[in-house]
């Protein structure tokens, strides 16, 4: 029973515009949540993160909203540029607890 | 600035061989966890430790150990290699327990034949 799902493996945008990447989870306890960003063949590095007491949070071209009543998660980068294309990771966890559960991953590319 | 250091990169092993998959890290952080990624399911939790000494089980633990002997280093063993094991396995520290300060590996990709 996955409790943190992405159910887009792929997505393709293009330059410039808007990527919207979406991310659902179960657990009402999940108080923060995250997004990764993977290149091939290295680790995930951290992106943006926001809190449960929050439903927006920014960081230069990224966006992360959390609508937590209908548990879901998005992230918002604009404009999308070509070395954003990755595999973005969505987590979630408890503050204080050293476990994150992570969704399964979208691909992103950005077309020039 | 080494930050998290996995080794070996890439292994093959045998059904029923034992192994032991190392990580290290130079940022003197409390916090040291094991995941592996398979397809269609995301980075899953093998075990994790809040400093030397103390481990314990993340989501899938069976058929690997782990001991924490110093701040530094947090070897993961695979008892008795299984082709389900067959996985890339990410070693993370971080000095919180925020998420945000998650530092990975590299990975390792370890095939079981």
């Known amino acids: 029973d996955q409790q943190v799902k992405q159910n887009s493996p792929s997505l393709s945008v293009q330059e410039g515009r808007i990527s919207i990447l979406n991310c659902d989870y179960t657990n009402s306890m999940f108080d923060y949540f995250l997004w990764y960003k993977k290149y091939p063949a290295e680790g995930p590095t951290f992106l943006i993160s926001i809190s449960s007491i929050k439903d927006k949070n920014e960081d230069g071209r990224f966006t992360v909203f959390l609508n937590k009543s209908a548990k879901h998660l998005s992230l918002h980068i604009v404009p999308s540029q070509p070395g954003d294309s990755a595999v973005y990771f969505c987590?979630?966890?408890?503050?204080?607890?050293?476990?994150?559960?992570f969704g399964q991953g979208t691909r992103l590319t950005i077309n020039p | 600035n080494a930050g998290v250091t996995q080794t070996p990169k890439f292994q093959v092993l045998k059904t029923g061989q034992s192994m032991t998959l190392q990580c290290a890290q130079d940022m003197n952080h409390e916090y040291m966890s094991w995941y592996r990624q398979d397809p269609g399911m995301g980075l899953r939790l093998i075990h994790y430790s809040v400093g030397a000494g103390i481990t314990d089980q993340g989501e899938v633990p069976n058929g690997y150990n782990v001991s924490r002997s110093t701040t530094e280093d947090f070897p993961l063993r695979l008892l008795s290699a299984a082709p389900s094991q067959t996985s890339v396995y990410f070693c993370?520290?971080?000095?919180?327990?925020?998420?945000?300060?998650?530092?990975f590996g590299e990975g390792s990709w370890l095939t079981v034949v």
């Open positions: 987590a979630a966890g408890l503050q204080g607890a050293q476990k994150l559960v």
């Open positions: 993370a520290s971080s000095y919180d327990t925020s998420g945000n300060t998650i530092y």
